[in-house]
């Protein structure tokens, strides 16, 4: 599969099927003009991760917590919050777990707090973790590296963290710390090619898209 980061939380992964996962709003960035999707998934209701109408092709949009199954590929939204005080500031959150080519990653949408050992059951092992690490809305680097612990996965994907094409008034922080504290070894790519044979070749590793 390929995996493609489009800026914010926002990617695009490329398999039997096309997924783009939590697309975001000019607000943050433009998205490319000629983004189409069979599969668009939605963590929550917030406009930097839901605007569908940015992504061609009648997508399929799956904006609840549930199981679903699309042949080759199977979805979970597992429910969440946007917070740490049970959705009371910020709302409800989906994490969404991905079964695509053999392996299973996971999109922690805008977490914004450590994991019960029920959710963690019902998440699974990840192969594959796109993770926000710039803090104010969502967990910070510090939560970030817990959370990593606690999914133990092979690869990381950093995301909502402050990148060049953010506005400045955005309070959130780079993603230097992160990548400091969790101390493993990083990879730069504008395109992620990964697949069961060479993932190994990827473990231990934060990968930060050009």
Sequence with gaps: MKIKWLGHSTFKIGSDKTIVIDPHDPAVGTLPASLIADIVTV?????????????????KVIDKPSEYDFGGIKITGVPTFHDD??????????????EIEGLRLGHLGDLGHLFT??????????????????????IDADQAV??????????????????????ASVPIAPVDEFIKKLGWGVGEVSELEINQN???????SVIIFE
């Design 117 to 138: 050992q029920e959710q963690l059951n019902l998440i699974g092992p990840i192969d594959i973790l796109m993770i926000p690490v710039g803090g104010f809305y969502t």
């Design 146 to 167: 817990e959370i990593v612990n606690q999914l133990k996965p092979k690869v990381v994907l950093p995301m909502h963290y402050k990148s060049k094409n953010l506005p």
């Design 85 to 98: 005080v049970q959705g009371q500031e910020r709302g409800n959150n989906i994490v969404f777990i991905y």
């Design 198 to 204: 060479n993932i190994s070749e990827r473990a231990g």
């Design 43 to 59: 963590s929550h209701a917030h406009h930097d991760h839901n605007y569908i109408e940015g992504v061609g092709g009648s997508p």
